[in-house]
């Protein structure tokens, strides 16, 4: 990992790939903290670097990768934590070195979750791009050989109540204005500009004029982000009142992403809030119907919670109690039972 002033979050990282993995070297490079981030990392046992981040976040990847003992990296942030691992479906994975592992990483942020290629051979790929960097082949040739690895992290950094996460942005907005520069068309820088955006509705309006350049200039559904920058705009448009431009988004991707619970949780709203309400329940239902159980809520309360509230707003109040108990412990959904009496 690469680190600057984490100490608030990098003995929780450190512990937990030790915890998870048994890994027993663990680079940390530090480009420069004034506060216990270098002494915590060594109290955890991991070997620490100096390095000069000037404005380029891959060279200072590639430089950790450098610094370790063997060719397989997983790469993390001092923010993250691991939770789980299948050690058996690692094993295996390890076997190819051309191929890039997945992991799924779960923002607390915003409740959702990522899937993101973390874990490579640094005899196959390396990064490149100064912000938000990217894995690329070292033979040139295009495309990651993309296999999910079973290891999972949840994000903890941009929760509202670490008060870095203003200058974080407005680091990570500067570098990819500059990037944009050189490269105006980018549909990936375009999309981090939009997430940067979009971070805790800092300026919903930009966000979507980001994610909609990024989608005019080219992000194939094949790309990885893709997915997540449609979900990201189709939420964007939503909460700026741009529901009609939202249904057309919807009516484009569906082909692609409706076999995805959380596409069709996001269809219901785009339903909802376009007055499509028959179609809004249906969308709901479907994402109850998942095989897939997230940590989010979409294929449990907040899908009951909303069929709830378009039946009370049908004026069905007791069939909205009724789906308002399948809710469970969930805050908004006790409190309408007690609107309603129940």
Sequence with gaps: MIVKNEERFIGTALQSVRAVLGVEDVVVVDTGSSDRTREIALENGANVFDFELVDDFSAARNFSAKMAENDWILSIDADEELTEAGLDELAEFLADKKAVGVISLFDLTNKKHSALARLYNRTSYFYEGRIHEQLRAVDGVAGLLLKDVGISMVHHGYLPEYNKIDAKLERNENLLLAELKNQPENPYLLYQLGKSYFCNDRDLLKACECFEKALNFGADVKFGYTYDLVECYGYALINTGQYEKALSLRDTYSIYYDDRAQFRFLTAHIFQNNGMFAEAVDSYESCLDADAK??????????YYNI???????????????????????????????????
């Excluded at 997230?294 to 899908?303: A, E, R, V, W």
């Excluded at 049908?314 to 809710?327: L, Q």
Aim: charged letters at 20%.
């Design 294 to 303: 997230d940590k989010s809520g979409i294929t449990s309360y907040l899908s």
């Design 308 to 342: 709830g509230v378009i039946l009370e707003c049908a004026g069905m109040p007791d069939d909205a109690a009724a789906v308002y108990k399948s809710c469970g412990d969930y805050p908004p959904a006790l409190a309408r039972l007690a609107e309603l009496g129940w």
